[in-house]
């Protein structure tokens, strides 16, 4: 392992991030702080005439509405309440968290993740893991606390160095966790969002967004990022790291026979489960289907989050009857309590968060903003693939700030969703790129919330392992995932080719 180099400018440049990240206020706060901030710019801009065309109605002007006014405060009150209630991504989280939760109690994601990864041959040993860490993004947790540490004791197992296979997991699990094969909490979570914020622009086209909207680019992302994942830890990561020197064995912990029979029994399941699902949508009498001539223009599509539920709970349900651990239905309603009672820090996030998307598009500042905005754009010509790379590049930026996903969403709706559909960008595709952004960004991020977590389960293999010596590990990871991923986005762009169900990439009034 190299030595840290505290003087370098990298090492410079990371300390100054830790030290300004840690002093920015919780994500609660930092949404207190920008309602507050929404309501007296509201004044301002009314009191200025701040006006701009309406978007849908050309000739028509929207003027900034004065929050702060008696009319405005009377806003305030009335709709606290609503703002919560309604706020998109709150029910869509708290039910598909009631399935995975479930799949995840039961011990059923984690027997899964264990079971791929020590099924495999030695020599796909580092694709399992890439490929494992970013399937667990349908429960990112699991992926953290199980996957990671078991890359390390399954290269040391293996003879190799373990910290390469942690490295290799990390990068699935973090730099991978927007894409995967089955639709996941983050889809409705981050969908919500974006259809509230297109919404300012444009209800209608907004009616028609489903949370599946990046679901094909996605597909490709898993085998793309496995790939990239796999040669960047056997070619880069691994032989910089040398031979482990260390005194730590480890012995893999297989799957028991219970484990193996529950595992068995829950992919029955699920395919059953699938096949069930898709008897609702695929005959066009279907009632999810409900006699539309396309699949994509189905109900189906916006009735999501009950069916991601459903697939999880029913196989998560049948994997703890077969290994015991659900006996009753005490258990199921425990299990569910206990997957609700980790919401409470989303629930109060979602709360504040809520006021401030609401403020946003009662004051019409949302629009102003995206208005003027798109017009800055299109008069300097900054647009096209140069306007998307700034896009990631800030995105990225602020994901070293912070870390939550749904919380810098949740700030950065509002504002660029719109501004990008001024320019001919769908609200899908905006969402994609800050996807994008946001993944490759996580595996250098030292105020990721299981940044900490991952050094210590390092340090176990070797002491002097630091925030340092993490970042300059899955530094190759990041920078070699943000290239291929945004060759793939561009190649995407330019065959138009959808990048979820009837959901473009351009954006058209």
Known sequence: MSKQNNNGFVMRSLNVIERV?????????????????????????????????????KGEMLEVKNLLSSEGILYLFESAVTNFTGFAPLGTVLVTMLGIGIAER??????????????????????ALVFGGVMSSMA??????????????????????PLAGLAAAFAGVSGGFSANLLLTSLDPLLGGLTKDAAAMIDPEYASTINYAMNYYFMIVSVFVLTIVGTIVTDKIVEPRLGTYKGSVKEEVDYLRPEEKKGLWAALFAFILTGVVIALLVVPVNGPLRAGTERIIDAPFFHTLVPVILIMFFIPGFVYGKITKSIKNDKDVANQLSDTMSTMGSYIVLAFVAAQFVAYFSESKLGI??????????????????????????????????IGSASAKWAIMAPVFVPMMMGVGYSPEFTQLVYRIADSTTNVISPLMPYFAIVIAFAQKYDKKVGIGTLISTMLPYSIAFTIVWVIVMIIWMLTGIDIGPGSPIYYTK
Do not use: C
């Open 106 to 127: 039961s011990g059923l994601i984690s027997a899964a993740l264990r079971g791929l990864v020590t099924s495999v041959p030695r020599q796909l040993m580092t694709a």
């Open 368 to 401: 102003v903003l995206a208005v003027n905005g798109a017009e800055f754009l299109e008069a300097t010509g900054f647009k096209g693939i140069p306007l998307i790379l700034t896009f990631i590049v800030i995105s990225g930026l602020i994901n070293l700030f």
């Open 140 to 161: 990112a947790d699991a992926g953290y606390v199980v996957l990671t540490p078991l890359g390390a004791v399954l290269f040391a197992g293996l003879g190799r160095h």
């Open 21 to 57: 990240g840690n002093k920015l206020p919780d994500p609660v706060t930092l949404f207190a702080i920008f309602s507050l901030a929404v309501l007296v710019l509201s004044a301002v801009f009314s009191s200025m005439g701040v006006k701009v065309e309406d978007p849908l109605n």
